[in-house]
């Protein structure tokens, strides 16, 4: 059964899924669905083009799928929000839809968006991510599966946050930050690998400690980059998780947060 509180406006064109609960001042748009067993509690508001998954909660104030703040957008333009199942989402959140044509907004599953974090227009958010309050992610960010953004970080319009990574709380982040790493400073700079972050992902013993070793390869030799790749490919031939540390390498378009000279006794201790 689907519950919506009489003070609540539900276009008659949004789908709502079955056991989905509608509170009291929520606004929910046409050509939008809701998947069952999803709570929104009060005060939501669901933009038009917008899809929210299964089993989510939905705090007070949150805004899904609003227009895009890209000052490039065009009046009347049809863009998406996408957001996956078994989500949290806390107080006055805000995830803005795409800018251009037919682009989209997508947030992945298992995902936690604390209070008053901010994802822009054509971010990509993977699955069982946290983004801690106050956290801004900028347009077009790309996070990877099981990262966490600590509180009040912003990621700089285009940036990648690889897999497992975390960006510490405050942190300005303008470059990539790989998989595994830990970021922290402003600007950020990756110090080392995410033990923990991995540990809890269920990565094993031996899967972290080559991750280390690649990372110390990588930027505790000085060794130029293209040299460093070269030889963690040899010595990891078939790892996927150092595959994934260097295919990040290698697509990144702002360059790479790398370490300070100041990091590299804790990286070699």
Same mark, same amino acid.
């Given at each position: 059964?689907?519950?919506?509180?009489?003070?609540?406006?539900?276009?008659?064109?949004?789908?709502?899924?079955?056991?989905?609960?509608?509170?009291?001042?929520?606004?929910?748009?046409?050509?939008?669905?809701?998947?069952?067993?999803?709570?929104?509690?009060?005060?939501?508001?669901?933009?038009?083009?917008?899809?929210?998954?299964?089993?989510?909660?939905?705090?007070?104030?949150?805004?899904?799928?609003?227009?895009?703040?890209? &000052? !490039?957008?065009?009046?009347?333009?049809?863009?998406?929000?996408?957001?996956?199942?078994?989500? &949290?989402?806390?107080?006055?959140?805000?995830?803005?839809?795409?800018?251009?044509?037919?682009?989209?907004?997508?947030?992945?599953?298992?995902?936690?968006?604390?209070?008053?974090?901010?994802?822009?227009?054509?971010?990509?958010?993977?699955?069982?991510?946290?983004?801690?309050?106050?956290?801004?992610?900028?347009?077009?960010?790309?996070?990877?599966?099981?990262?966490?953004?600590?509180? &009040?970080?912003?990621?700089?319009?285009?940036?990648?946050?690889?897999?497992?990574?975390?960006?510490?709380?405050?942190?300005?982040?303008?470059?990539?930050?790989?998989?595994?790493?830990?970021? +922290?400073?402003?600007?950020?700079?990756?110090?080392?690998?995410? !033990?923990?972050?991995?540990?809890?992902?269920?990565?094993?013993?031996? +899967?972290?400690?080559?991750?280390?070793?690649?990372?110390?390869?990588?930027?505790?030799? +000085?060794?130029? &980059? +293209?040299?460093?790749?070269?030889?963690?490919?040899?010595?990891?031939?078939?790892?996927?998780?150092? !595959?994934?540390?260097?295919?990040?390498?290698?697509?990144?378009?702002?360059g790479l947060a790398r370490p300070e000279s100041a990091t590299f006794e804790i990286n070699v201790s």
């Amino acid at each position: 059964m689907i519950q919506v509180d009489k003070h609540a406006v539900v276009d008659e064109n949004a789908q709502i899924g079955d056991n989905c609960v509608i509170g009291p001042f929520c606004t929910v748009a046409a050509n939008t669905s809701i998947g069952a067993n999803t709570r929104l509690r009060s005060h939501v508001v669901v933009e038009p083009h917008t899809s929210i998954g299964e089993q989510c909660d939905i705090f007070p104030f949150v805004t899904l799928g609003i227009q895009s703040q890209d &000052l !490039k957008h065009v009046a009347n333009t049809i863009t998406h929000t996408r957001i996956g199942n078994r989500n &949290l989402i806390r107080e006055f959140v805000s995830v803005h839809s795409g800018t251009q044509a037919g682009s989209s907004t997508e947030i992945g599953d298992d995902c936690a968006l604390l209070a008053h974090a901010h994802v822009a227009h054509n971010c990509t958010v993977g699955d069982r991510v946290v983004i801690s309050h106050s956290a801004t992610l900028g347009g077009h960010v790309i996070i990877g599966d099981y990262a966490n953004i600590g509180g &009040l970080s912003a990621i700089h319009q285009f940036c990648h946050v690889g897999r497992a990574a975390m960006v510490g709380g405050m942190c300005r982040v303008i470059q990539d930050v790989l998989p595994f790493t830990i970021a +922290e400073g402003f600007p950020a700079h990756m110090r080392v690998i995410n !033990k923990v972050g991995m540990e809890r992902a269920g990565y094993t013993t031996e +899967e972290i400690a080559e991750v280390r070793r690649a990372f110390r390869i990588l930027f505790m030799r +000085e060794l130029r &980059l +293209e040299t460093a790749v070269s030889e963690v490919r040899q010595e990891f031939p078939d790892s996927e998780n150092i !595959k994934l540390m260097i295919e990040a390498i290698n697509a990144s378009q702002r360059g790479l947060a790398r370490p300070e000279s100041a990091t590299f006794e804790i990286n070699v201790s």
